[in-house]
Antibody, heavy 122, light 113 residues
Framework: QVQLVESGGGVVQPGRSLRLSCAAS????????MHWVRQAPGKGLEWVAL????????YYADSVKGRFTISRDNSKDTLYLQMDSLRAEDTAVYYC???????????????WGQGTLVTVSS | DVVMTQSPLSLSVTLGQPASISCRSS???????????LTWFQQRPGQSPRRLIY???NRDSGVPDRFSGSGSGTDFTLKISRVEAEDVGVYYC??????????FGGGTKVEIK
């Protein structure tokens, strides 16, 4: 069955960096685009970033553009999110999510990981 | 950007009674292939989201048939025919037709009266 396991969350000071990982299993990782979606405490879902199956196309929410970088290592079935210049408003649970498609013109999120909490605080 | 508006914000329902959640988009979600990429997710307390419905009305495997999705264009509805205790949580709609960014509704909290 599809499994997505995030790691790398923690407490970090404003302005510092953190890298999240998402280990995928139970499906052919190289056939799917992958997303990061976040949820601030007590709030709704916010899409963060998307990478195509081959990692060649990447898209970002305006709120993280220029600070966050999504990447993937298809040899390790792992998705990453490099978060730089972190702000208090980046505090959230970060979910890794699979797209039904390899990438392209529409977005269809199907499976989610359990999430990892990032807290940005001095 | 497409704005997704859900109503109501919260819903208190008696066990066994129906519930209905509305989701409206700021522009039509019909894609050029004729499909409409509107998805419903359920998030139970303390859990990650789980997909219930895709392309407006297609139920995922393992989702009870008391859940149904309907709608077209800009107006969509998730219905629970008879609410059970395990249905407590927050429900989100999401559009994937016009992106970036794909966008979520603000969520509707379902609780038992």
């Amino acid at each position: 069955q599809v499994q997505l396991v995030e790691s790398g969350g923690g407490v970090v000071q404003p302005g510092r960096s953190l890298r999240l990982s998402c280990a995928a299993s139970g499906f052919t990782f190289t056939s799917h685009a992958m997303h990061w979606v976040r949820q601030a405490p007590g709030k709704g879902l916010e899409w963060v970033a998307l990478t195509w199956f081959d990692g060649k196309k990447k898209y970002y929410a305006d709120s993280v553009k220029g600070r966050f970088t999504i990447s993937r290592d298809n040899s390790k079935d792992t998705l990453y999110l490099q978060m730089d210049s972190l702000r208090a408003e980046d505090t959230a649970v970060y979910y890794c999510a699979r797209d039904f498609n390899y990438g392209g013109v529409i977005v269809e999120v199907d499976y989610w990981g359990q999430g990892t909490l990032v807290t940005v605080s001095s | 950007d497409v704005v997704m508006t859900q109503s109501p914000l919260s819903l208190s329902v008696t066990l066994g009674q129906p519930a209905s959640i509305s989701c409206r988009s700021s522009q039509s979600l019909v894609y050029s292939d004729g499909s409409t990429y509107l998805t419903w997710f359920q998030q139970r307390p303390g859990q990650s989201p789980r997909r219930l419905i895709y392309k407006v009305s297609n139920r995922d495997s393992g989702v009870p048939d008391r859940f149904s999705g309907s709608g077209s264009g800009t107006d969509f509805t998730l219905k629970i025919s008879r609410v059970e205790a395990e249905d407590v949580g927050v429900y989100y709609c999401m559009q994937g037709t016009h992106w970036p960014p794909p966008s979520f509704g603000g969520g509707t909290k379902v609780e038992i009266k």
